[in-house]
């Protein structure tokens, strides 16, 4: 009986912990900002629409009091952003690329305006982390397919990453002595 036990013990162990570990990975993308009048003021209870170009699905939420709104788990693909509210101009955003657990942020100005007059905002986003403090990149499959990986080391990779360099593992820090 005791073999099964901690036989039992072990596997709980080993489980819960790759369990946790793979809680950091995510394959999910989202976006969040905030929404403004163009005297500063937040605008509470504004429908912002997030929509997946490739497939036509749709994702609405409304704003809080604070004016912040919130599209969590969403498939990285290429979406377009809608904001509107009665008595304000509709703003949407041009179409844009949503990477593997990136978090993207879109600050709306909404003008006073007719409820049928749209506001095509073309800027993109800035290639800045602005909602979490994490540093990642994604790869694309031209890069891949394109790069003389030397024995397909997929850890080469990691230098296209912005801020990347080679690490060192020599003993005599790349100095050859004869």
Same mark, same amino acid.
């Given at each position: 009986?005791?073999?099964?036990?901690?036989?039992? /013990?072990?596997?709980? !162990?080993?489980?819960?912990?790759?369990? #946790?570990?793979?809680? *950091?990975? !995510?394959?999910?993308?989202? +976006?969040?900002?905030?929404?403004?009048?163009?005297?500063?003021?937040? =605008?509470?209870?504004?429908?912002?629409?997030?929509?997946?170009?490739?497939? @036509?699905?749709?994702?609405?939420?409304?704003?809080?009091?604070?004016?912040?709104?919130?599209? /969590?788990? @969403?498939?990285?693909?290429?979406?377009?952003? %809608?904001?509107?509210?009665?008595?304000?101009?509709?703003?949407?955003? !041009? %179409?844009?690329?949503?990477? +593997?657990?990136?978090? &993207?942020?879109?600050?709306?100005?909404?003008?006073?305006?007719?409820?049928?007059?749209? +506001?095509?905002?073309? &800027?993109?986003?800035?290639?800045? %982390?602005?909602?979490?403090?994490? #540093? *990642?990149?994604?790869?694309?499959? %031209?890069? =891949?397919?394109? /790069?003389? /990986?030397?024995?397909?080391?997929?850890?080469?990779?990691?230098?296209? &990453?912005?801020?990347?360099?080679? &690490?060192? +593992?020599?003993?005599? *820090? @790349?100095?050859?002595?004869?």
């Amino acid at each position: 009986m005791l073999p099964q036990g901690i036989a039992l /013990l072990l596997f709980l !162990t080993c489980y819960t912990t790759f369990a #946790l570990r793979t809680l *950091g990975q !995510t394959s999910l993308a989202s +976006v969040n900002g905030t929404v403004t009048d163009a005297a500063g003021v937040v =605008v509470p209870g504004s429908t912002v629409v997030l929509v997946n170009s490739a497939t @036509g699905a749709r994702r609405t939420v409304a704003t809080n009091a604070e004016g912040v709104y919130s599209v /969590l788990d @969403g498939s990285p693909g290429r979406y377009t952003l %809608e904001v509107a509210k009665q008595g304000f101009a509709t703003y949407k955003q !041009t %179409e844009f690329t949503l990477l +593997v657990n990136q978090t &993207a942020t879109f600050n709306f100005t909404l003008s006073m305006g007719a409820t049928t007059q749209k +506001v095509n905002v073309a &800027a993109q986003s800035d290639r800045v %982390e602005f909602s979490t403090a994490e #540093l *990642g990149t994604a790869i694309s499959e %031209e890069q =891949v397919n394109d /790069l003389p /990986l030397n024995g397909r080391n997929f850890t080469q990779l990691l230098t296209l &990453a912005p801020g990347m360099s080679p &690490a060192n +593992v020599s003993q005599n *820090g @790349g100095r050859f002595w004869s």
